[in-house]
């Protein structure tokens, strides 16, 4: 179950982040992290700290409640 929000999560970022045509670097930069951390991400990998959800969010100009709601179309709920 664990792993499966971690996938998810990678999922819809991955998604997002490819429909607005912004590589990992860019999306590193806006977000200021690094951009293995934003690969590690998406490949379900990591365990994102709230924190980093925020900053990911905004750096993809979304809300937070509607990156999840992409995170819950990949987990299938």
């Known amino acids: ?3 499966e929000i971690r996938v998810a999560y990678g ?9 607005k045509k912004i ?3 860019e999306l590193g ?3 200021g992290l690094h951009r ?7 490949l379900g990998k990591r365990n ?3 924190e980093n959800i925020d900053k990911i969010a905004h750096a993809l100009q979304m ?9 819950e179309q990949y987990e299938g709920i």
Request: a negative charge; hydrophobic letters at 40%.
């Open 23 to 25: 590589s990992q670097e």
């Open 36 to 42: 293995t951390y934003i690969s590690d991400i998406e």
């Open 29 to 31: 930069d806006l977000c």
């Open 1 to 3: 179950m664990q792993e």
């Open 63 to 71: 809300k937070k409640s509607e990156l999840f709601i992409e995170v």
């Open 11 to 19: 999922k819809a970022v991955r998604a997002i982040r490819q429909d």
């Open 48 to 50: 994102v700290s709230l």
